[in-house]
């Protein structure tokens, strides 16, 4: 089992970057694949960013590739979000979650455990 805590969200101006954390406990932290989400009120959860279990292969979506970094550092037990070029329409909370198969997936049904997520104000 694995359990997930997100930090680093905050508010910041249009254009600038942030950089979240997803700390991860358990044995087996590094078998995992890892995702972010994210959902802004009044719209339905969304996939942002996924990386596999050894960090050889990464996957964005549309929106925010070119502007946002999924990495990993099993030693840590750590994914980290960089995200630059913020826009107001990033402002949403970001969750980070974890899939037991050690292959990167983009749907949320995919993923066993989530953290409670951190909150990304982007403002204009």
């Known amino acids: 089992q694995v359990q997930l805590e997100e930090s680093g969200g905050g508010l910041v101006q249009a254009g600038g970057s942030l950089r979240l954390s997803c700390a991860g406990s358990?044995?087996?932290?590094?078998?995992?694949?890892m995702g972010w989400f994210r959902q802004a009120p009044g719209k339905e959860r969304e996939f942002v960013a996924a990386?596999?279990?050894?960090?050889?292969?990464?996957y964005y979506a549309d929106s925010v590739k070119g502007r946002f970094t999924i990495s990993r550092d099993n030693a840590k037990k750590t994914v980290y979000l960089q995200m630059n070029s913020l826009k107001p329409e990033d402002t949403a909370i970001y969750a980070c979650?974890?899939?037991?198969?050690?292959?990167?997936?983009?749907?949320?049904?995919?993923?066993?455990?989530w953290g409670q997520g951190t909150q990304v104000t982007v403002s204009s």
């Open positions: 990386i596999n279990w050894s960090g050889s292969t990464t």
């Open positions: 979650a974890a899939r037991r198969l050690g292959l990167l997936a983009t749907t949320a049904s995919e993923y066993s455990y």
């Open positions: 358990g044995r087996t932290f590094s078998s995992y694949a």
